[in-house]
C-alpha cells in the first residue's frame, strides 16, 4: 500500500511496510507541474499484463510491485487490491504512469486532482 501527499509543490508516494522490500523502492517524488491527472480506474490496474519487470516483484492476478516496462513507457506499480488503486498520470518523467493501491482512492485522487489544478 501506498500513502500518498502533496509536499512543497512536489506529489510525494510513500511506499509503506513490506511492499517497501516488493518494490525496491520506499518513496516516489514528482513535481506536481509533472502530474497530468489521477483516477480511480481498478479495471486499469487489475490488467494481468504488467510490462516487463526490471525491478520488483510480480505474481500475474495476484499483486504486482515494482518498475515496469512497456510500449507505452515505465510504470511504477504497487497494486494488491485493485479495488483501491488509482492511476497517476505524468509528463516529462521518466515514468509514464504510477499505479498503486491506496487506503481511500477517491480522497487521494481529488487531492491530487485539486493540487494540479491550483497549480495550472
Given at each position: 500500500?501506498?500513502?500518498?501527499r502533496?509536499?512543497?509543490?512536489?506529489?510525494?508516494a510513500d511506499?509503506?511496510?513490506?511492499?517497501?522490500?516488493?518494490?525496491?523502492?520506499?518513496?516516489?517524488?514528482?513535481?506536481l507541474?509533472?502530474?497530468?491527472?489521477?483516477?480511480?480506474?481498478?479495471?486499469?490496474?487489475d490488467?494481468?499484463?504488467?510490462?516487463l519487470?526490471?525491478?520488483?516483484?510480480?505474481?500475474?492476478?495476484v499483486?504486482?510491485?515494482?518498475?515496469?516496462?512497456?510500449?507505452?513507457?515505465?510504470?511504477?506499480?504497487?497494486?494488491r487490491?485493485?479495488?483501491?488503486?488509482?492511476t497517476?498520470e505524468?509528463?516529462?518523467?521518466r515514468?509514464?504512469?504510477?499505479?498503486?493501491?491506496?487506503?481511500?482512492p477517491?480522497?487521494?485522487?481529488?487531492?491530487?486532482n485539486?493540487?494540479?489544478?491550483?497549480?495550472r
Open positions: 500500500m501506498v500513502e500518498i502533496i509536499e512543497d509543490g512536489t506529489l510525494v511506499v509503506l511496510g513490506s511492499h517497501q522490500i516488493f518494490a525496491l523502492k520506499g518513496e516516489l517524488r514528482v513535481p507541474s509533472h502530474v497530468k491527472s489521477a483516477r480511480h480506474d481498478p479495471e486499469h490496474a490488467r494481468f499484463w504488467h510490462g519487470k526490471m525491478i520488483g516483484t510480480d505474481i500475474p492476478g499483486f504486482a510491485a515494482g518498475t515496469f516496462w512497456s510500449t507505452d513507457g515505465w510504470r511504477f506499480w504497487d497494486v487490491h485493485a479495488e483501491n488503486a488509482i497517476i505524468l509528463h516529462d518523467e515514468l509514464a504512469e504510477i499505479i498503486v493501491e491506496v487506503e481511500s477517491g480522497l487521494a485522487v481529488e487531492m491530487i485539486e493540487a494540479v489544478r491550483h497549480l
